[in-house]
Structures are given as structure tokens and as C-alpha cells.
């Protein structure tokens, strides 16, 4: 037990959703609007385990209403940060500052 309810199960299988969540859109660029097979039978395994690993947590008894914003403020971060680290899009400070702030609205909403 990590802290009050919270288990070292329960964060490995959040870290597989918002890790598949995001690899799973960065690989939708490369299947080429799903025409091109191998990368879009990868890019649907990607989702379909995080899919699969969001409902083992539901299943467990983890609040949705905890984490879908989680998850809303997680994924965007991290699919920008890969978009600009590994497909070399551009991001400007007021983008990145604008996302950030409205991750911590988000997460200041599911606290209330």
C-alpha cells in the first residue's frame, strides 16, 4: 500500500493508460489515416491494452470521477511534450503555458 487506498497495482496500471493513451496518438500519425496495416494494427494494441487497463482500475473500484481528469490533464502534457520531442512540432511558451494552466483548472475542478 502506496498511501490510503492506493496500491502499487493500481499505479502501474494508471502509468499503462496514460502511457498508451499517448503512445497511441502519437502512432496515429503513422498510420497514415489507417491505411498503412502494421502501424495501425500497433497503434489499435496500444489502445486496446490501455483500454483494457482503465477498466481493470474501474474494475478495482478506482473513482472514474478521479480518473478522468487525471487523465484529461496527463495525456495532452505528455502526447505535446512527444509531438515536440519526436515529431519536431513547434510549440510556443503561450501554448505550453495555456495547457498547463488549464490541466490545473481541470484538476482543481475534480477536487470540488
Do not use: N
Not at 486496446?48 to 478506482?62: F, I, R, T
Amino acid at each position: 500500500m502506496i498511501a490510503a487506498g492506493l496500491t502499487a497495482r493500481a499505479i502501474a496500471l494508471f502509468v499503462v493508460v496514460v502511457v498508451g493513451q499517448i503512445g497511441g496518438s502519437v502512432l496515429l500519425a503513422r498510420t497514415a489515416g489507417f491505411t498503412s496495416p502494421g502501424w495501425s494494427l500497433l497503434c489499435a494494441a496500444v489502445y486496446v491494452v490501455s483500454l483494457y487497463c482503465l477498466a481493470l482500475l474501474l474494475h478495482e473500484g478506482a473513482a472514474l470521477s478521479l480518473l478522468m481528469p487525471l487523465m484529461a490533464a496527463v495525456v495532452p502534457m505528455g502526447a505535446i511534450l512527444l509531438a515536440v520531442v519526436w515529431l519536431g512540432e513547434g510549440a510556443s511558451w503561450a501554448r505550453l503555458g495555456l495547457l498547463t494552466l488549464s490541466c490545473a483548472v481541470v484538476a482543481l475542478a475534480s477536487r470540488v
